[in-house]
């Protein structure tokens, strides 16, 4: 039986609340988690969550835009920093990107059921942040290839191609296995500065 909890502690409970309930959807998918399953992991009412979130779908787009807008946020100051060379931003960016990822995993969810899980108008707030992000990457890409540090004939599809190889690491990479997440980094941080035609720095991986 789910125990009171006072609604007084109000954003706090509201965090604790989506930090649950991406645990759940990260362990045991959207659609297999249900509203009564994320309450007893917080140890609240069903009712007491509602007066938090309407329904289940509310409660991953809370989930997927605090990421996003996290995420961004810690990105973009990197990306729209100017005093650094574009190949200094990309450095940093492959850094960023995959220990944001690891750190934060469950949030990420498993299956994307921002696809599905979502209604149009909560997509819409998702795809918006990560537009953002790629176009911000592309911008640091498109710089570096006016400045010679990169030499791509196709910017937009190498952006793409980059983003999905960042991406794809958050479904395979796992801390006990045999490379460690710096050592990811380092190698991915070389795959990426060759994809944009660039000279990567000796790999210490």
Same mark, same amino acid.
């Given at each position: 039986?789910?125990?009171?909890r006072s609604?007084?502690?109000?954003?706090v409970?509201?965090g604790k609340?989506?930090?649950?309930?991406?645990v759940?959807?990260?362990?045991r998918?959207?659609?297999?988690?249900s509203?009564?399953?994320?309450?007893?992991a917080?140890? #609240?009412?069903?009712s =007491?969550? /509602? +007066?938090?979130f309407?329904?289940?779908q509310e409660v991953l787009?809370?989930? !997927?835009v605090? *990421?996003m807008?996290?995420?961004?946020a810690e990105?973009t100051v990197v990306?729209r920093?100017?005093?650094?060379?574009p190949?200094?931003?990309?450095?940093e960016?492959?850094?960023?990107?995959?220990?944001?990822?690891?750190d934060?995993?469950?949030?990420?969810?498993?299956?994307n059921?921002?696809r599905?899980?979502?209604d149009?108008?909560?997509r819409?707030?998702? #795809?918006?942040?990560? =537009?953002? /992000? +790629?176009d911000?990457?592309?911008d640091v890409?498109?710089?570096?290839?006016? !400045?010679k540090? *990169?030499?791509i004939?196709?910017?937009?599809l190498t952006t793409?191609?980059?983003?999905?190889?960042?991406n794809g690491?958050?479904?395979?990479?796992?801390?006990?296995?045999p490379?460690?997440l710096?050592?990811?980094?380092?190698?991915?941080t070389?795959?990426?500065?060759?994809?944009?035609?660039?000279?990567?720095?000796?790999?210490?991986g």
């Amino acid at each position: 039986m789910a125990r009171k909890r006072s609604l007084d502690e109000g954003p706090v409970l509201r965090g604790k609340i989506m930090e649950r309930a991406s645990v759940l959807f990260y362990e045991r998918g959207f659609a297999a988690t249900s509203i009564r399953d994320i309450a007893d992991a917080v140890g #609240i009412s069903s009712s =007491t969550l /509602y +007066h938090h979130f309407t329904n289940k779908q509310e409660v991953l787009h809370a989930i !997927a835009v605090n *990421f996003m807008r996290d995420f961004v946020a810690e990105t973009t100051v990197v990306l729209r920093d100017t005093s650094r060379t574009p190949t200094e931003r990309i450095r940093e960016t492959v850094r960023l990107h995959l220990t944001i990822s690891d750190d934060r995993r469950p949030e990420l969810v498993v299956g994307n059921p921002i696809r599905y899980g979502l209604d149009q108008e909560q997509r819409r707030d998702a #795809i918006r942040l990560q =537009t953002e /992000y +790629h176009d911000a990457v592309l911008d640091v890409i498109s710089q570096g290839n006016d !400045a010679k540090e *990169f030499h791509i004939v196709d910017i937009p599809l190498t952006t793409m191609a980059l983003l999905d190889m960042l991406n794809g690491v958050r479904e395979w990479f796992r801390r006990s296995g045999p490379l460690s997440l710096d050592q990811i980094i380092d190698r991915y941080t070389a795959f990426s500065l060759r994809i944009l035609g660039a000279s990567p720095a000796p790999s210490t991986g």
